[in-house]
């Protein structure tokens, strides 16, 4: 079972920096890609960024060119570095990520609890 810890979320003000952490733990096989997603109250959960076990990344197109996802694969960590913030950009911050427990189980989707970003104007 993958666990997923989330830290870095802060009150920050409009153009600052946040660098978000994930660190997954527990006992799995692999975890394979990696994701941040956010959530606004009343609206749906969107995917902000995605690192494949590659490097391959994804980004939403509101915050590319801003924000940077990356990970360290020895560690099971990704990060998001999340740079000239805006008021839009206020929301719960979700890990997820795709592990398997053992070499031939099947795939499983884990979320981390979340964490608050919030920016002000």
């Known amino acids: 079972q993958v666990q997923l810890a989330e830290s870095g979320g802060g009150l920050v003000q409009a153009g600052e920096s946040l660098r978000l952490s994930c660190a997954a733990s527990?006992?799995?096989?692999?975890?394979?890609?990696m994701a941040w997603y956010r959530q606004v109250s009343g609206k749906q959960r969107e995917l902000v960024a995605l690192i494949s076990t590659e490097g391959s990344t994804k980004y939403a197109d509101s915050v590319k060119g801003r924000f940077t996802i990356s990970r360290d694969n020895a560690e099971n960590t990704v990060f998001l570095q999340m740079n000239t913030l805006k008021p839009e950009d206020t929301a719960v911050y979700y890990c997820?990520?795709?592990?398997?427990?053992?070499?031939?189980?099947?795939?499983?989707?884990?979320w981390g609890q979340g964490t608050l970003v919030t920016v002000s104007s």
């Open positions: 997820n990520a795709e592990s398997r427990r053992f070499s031939y189980s099947r795939m499983l989707e884990v």
């Open positions: 527990g006992h799995f096989f692999r975890v394979y890609a």
